[in-house]
């Protein structure tokens, strides 16, 4: 029984952080539960039907605000938009901000593994717990959410769409400024359910980039986009001494 209401507190705490309240809790609790909680139990249901529904309702909340706020946007300008809103690094971030983790049904053995920090969780359950409000509530509850969730994600990617492709960009133009691709060196630190990821980009014989993340992809991502940014300013003309 104190387990059950420990769940429950949790649960309770997190739908708080969220600024949602279930009319049908069980929708919330079946959004955090990992296949893994559930095949201890029975194997009762998971969150896996949810998350695919939530992906559907994500995809359409996003790309209809885009629409809207952007009518000088291409198609593909509002795909490279949406898919860098979307992305599993960008909703583990966000699912991180609300300490999604922390609200997490896992299993012991996932639990040991540092499963409430792993980026491919969260994002799951991220999409879960939006298809649960959608369920519980509706579109309009659904939209809501996800525009206030990823409001400063949307406002990112506003000023530039194709804000995730720094290592797509960079890899091009070392390619074909230095004949070679770029060399990620990664490093973690910390315990594994709560690791810090660093990495050096190298090109030209020299690091030319760093930057942190929760995962490895983040932090390359970071490396790449860091490069990229010094290579933009490296480029761009000294307006002071004009």
């Given at each position: 029984?104190?387990?059950?209401?420990?769940?429950?507190?949790?649960?309770?705490?997190?739908?708080?952080?969220?600024?949602?309240?279930?009319?049908?809790?069980?929708?919330?609790?079946?959004?955090?539960?990992?296949?893994?909680?559930?095949?201890?139990?029975?194997?009762?249901?998971?969150?896996?039907?949810?998350?695919?529904?939530?992906?559907?309702?994500?995809?359409?909340?996003?790309?209809?605000?885009?629409?809207?706020?952007?009518?000088?946007?291409?198609?593909?300008?509002?795909?490279?938009?949406?898919?860098?809103v979307v992305?599993?690094?960008?909703?583990?971030?966000?699912?991180?901000?609300?300490?999604?983790?922390?609200?997490?049904?896992?299993?012991?053995?996932?639990?040991?593994?540092?499963?409430?920090?792993?980026?491919?969780?969260?994002?799951?359950?991220?999409?879960?717990?939006?298809?649960?409000?959608?369920?519980?509530?509706?579109?309009?509850?659904?939209?809501?959410?996800?525009?206030?969730?990823?409001?400063?994600?949307?406002?990112?990617?506003?000023?530039?769409?194709?804000?995730?492709?720094?290592?797509?960009?960079?890899?091009?133009?070392?390619?074909?400024?230095?004949?070679?691709?770029?060399?990620?060196?990664?490093?973690?630190?910390?315990?594994?359910?709560?690791?810090?990821?660093h990495s050096?980009?190298?090109?030209?014989?020299?690091?030319?980039?760093?930057?942190?993340?929760?995962?490895?992809?983040?932090?390359?991502?970071?490396?790449?986009?860091?490069?990229?940014?010094?290579?933009?300013?490296?480029?761009?003309?000294?307006?002071?001494?004009?």
């Open positions: 029984m104190a387990r059950t209401l420990e769940v429950e507190d949790r649960l309770r705490l997190f739908a708080d952080r969220v600024g949602y309240c279930f009319e049908d809790p069980s929708l919330l609790r079946l959004a955090m539960s990992h296949r893994s909680w559930c095949a201890e139990r029975g194997n009762s249901p998971s969150n896996e039907r949810l998350e695919l529904l939530g992906d559907a309702v994500l995809g359409y909340c996003v790309t209809s605000h885009l629409y809207r706020v952007h009518p000088d946007w291409n198609e593909g300008d509002l795909a490279q938009a949406r898919s860098s992305n599993s690094s960008s909703l583990a971030e966000v699912a991180q901000r609300y300490d999604l983790g922390s609200a997490l049904l896992l299993g012991v053995g996932e639990e040991r593994s540092g499963g409430r920090g792993k980026e491919s969780l969260l994002c799951d359950a991220f999409e879960a717990l939006l298809g649960a409000i959608y369920l519980d509530g509706g579109m309009e509850p659904a939209e809501a959410f996800v525009l206030e969730a990823l409001k400063q994600r949307m406002t990112q990617v506003a000023d530039d769409p194709g804000v995730d492709d720094a290592k797509t960009r960079l890899q091009e133009f070392v390619v074909r400024s230095y004949g070679d691709s770029p060399n990620y060196v990664v490093t973690d630190s910390g315990p594994d359910h709560n690791k810090s990821f050096q980009v190298w090109f030209g014989g020299s690091v030319q980039g760093e930057g942190q993340g929760t995962s490895k992809k983040q932090a390359e991502q970071a490396a790449a986009a860091h490069a990229w940014q010094t290579l933009k300013a490296t480029a761009e003309p000294d307006r002071s001494t004009t």
